[in-house]
């Protein structure tokens, strides 16, 4: 049985990355956590009808 291995990953650049981390981003207050988007309502996916009763229809012998 022949079994051939994925060569290991290179490891990251653990010191640049980590550099990227050491200060958090400012913090957001409250205040500015308003959605800015008008909502909808999301359609009726069975557009009013009765998808069981039609099933039902659809299949019985």
Do not use: K, Q
Not at 41 to 58: I, K, N, S, V, Y
């Amino acid at each position: 049985m022949d079994v051939t291995r994925s060569p290991a990953p290179a490891p990251a650049p653990a010191s640049r990355d980590a550099a990227e981390y050491r200060e958090l981003p400012r913090r957001i207050a409250v205040e500015d956590m308003i959605e800015t988007h008008e909502t909808r309502d999301a359609p009726d996916p069975t557009m009013g009808r009765d998808t069981e009763t039609e099933f039902l229809l659809r299949n019985a012998e």
